[in-house]
């Protein structure tokens, strides 16, 4: 690794010198570059190592997520709605974002866990273990679209004209993500029981959130939908992929200012906390 020059953490506060604080971040956000890239490459070769299947696993959350509903939809067991593309391909899409969603919101959690010994040991730019959790994040993205290219085929569906709108969403969605997980790991650092309940409350959501279901016209559904902030995150950015048309594009402008500002927010608290936490770590 180069030598780069790090921020000095002292028993006084950064925030004493906001001016000096913010040119740290920069700088420290712009020399952990190629470090996070080598980082991806490490982890992202260690994750499929021992694998049988492989990058099949990329595939698998949004199929086992999606297709349960196809099922009982296709069946008539569990009616779904009216949808403007075939429901098997409106699941797929909506899983395919809503994965997406959790892969950002658990990798700032799930990247510093999994560097907790270098943390401890070495002095680098800290920015670089989140970096290459999105960098991660992205990839799975990637890939998860070839999937997304054979629903289409094989439906037979044209991707509407606002369709490069769709990875203005996918920033989006991912950008929430990474800011909830980001505000939640300090506490995660320290209890394992957030990162317990990551999985749990992440399906709970799916649930509560128009990802295998158009958005109800009425009753709690509709209000609980209209009360959700993801809610216009996924339909908007679905809906720029299939339709073209969007319902909900004010409230997805809302979030999307609001995750920018917690997103710097979580960032400032990461960088305010993690030296406590490293003291902590090193005990």
């Known amino acids: 690794m180069r030598d780069h020059p790090l921020t000095v953490y002292?028993?006084?506060?950064?925030l004493r010198?906001?001016?000096?604080?913010?040119?740290?971040?920069?700088?420290?956000?712009l020399a952990s570059r190629e470090l996070a890239w080598r980082l991806f490459l490490r982890d992202l070769s260690a994750q499929y190592r021992n694998s049988v299947l492989g990058y099949v696993w990329v595939f698998l959350p949004p199929l086992v997520a999606s297709l349960p509903f196809v099922y009982l939809n296709s069946t008539g067991v569990v009616r779904m709605g009216e949808t403007p593309i075939p429901y098997a391909a409106y699941a797929m899409v909506g899983t395919i974002i809503w994965q997406t969603f959790v892969d950002a919101l658990n990798s700032p959690l799930r990247t510093l866990n999994a560097a907790r010994s270098m943390l401890t040991r070495i002095n680098f730019p800290r920015e670089a273990i989140l970096l290459s959790g999105l960098m991660q994040v992205g990839f799975t993205f990637l890939v998860r679209l070839v999937l997304l290219i054979a629903v289409f085929?094989?439906?037979?569906?044209?991707p509407a004209a606002t369709?490069?709108?769709?990875?203005?969403?996918?920033?989006?969605?991912?950008?929430?993500?990474f800011m909830i997980g980001l505000l939640l790991t300090p506490v995660g650092m320290?209890?394992?029981?957030?990162?317990?309940?990551?999985?749990?409350?992440?399906?709970?959501?799916?649930?509560?959130?128009?990802?295998?279901?158009p958005v109800p016209a009425s009753g709690f559904g509709a209000i609980v939908s209209a009360l959700n902030p993801l809610t216009p995150l996924v339909t908007t950015t679905r809906d720029w992929l299939t339709i073209g048309h969007v319902a909900h594009l004010g409230g997805f402008i809302l979030?999307?200012?609001?995750?920018?500002?917690?997103?710097?927010?979580?960032?400032?608290?990461?960088?305010l906390a993690l030296?406590?936490?490293i003291a902590r770590l090193g005990n």
């Open 10 to 14: 002292t028993p006084e506060s950064p």
């Open 17 to 29: 010198q906001p001016a000096k604080f913010v040119r740290d971040m920069i700088a420290d956000l």
């Open 153 to 158: 085929g094989a439906f037979a569906l044209e």
């Open 163 to 177: 369709a490069p709108l769709f990875f203005v969403g996918m920033l989006s969605v991912v950008g929430t993500g």
């Open 190 to 213: 320290l209890y394992s029981d957030v990162s317990h309940s990551l999985p749990i409350a992440s399906t709970f959501l799916m649930l509560l959130t128009p990802v295998l279901y």
């Open 255 to 271: 979030v999307s200012a609001v995750t920018v500002t917690f997103l710097v927010f979580g960032w400032v608290a990461y960088r």
């Open 275 to 277: 030296p406590h936490l």
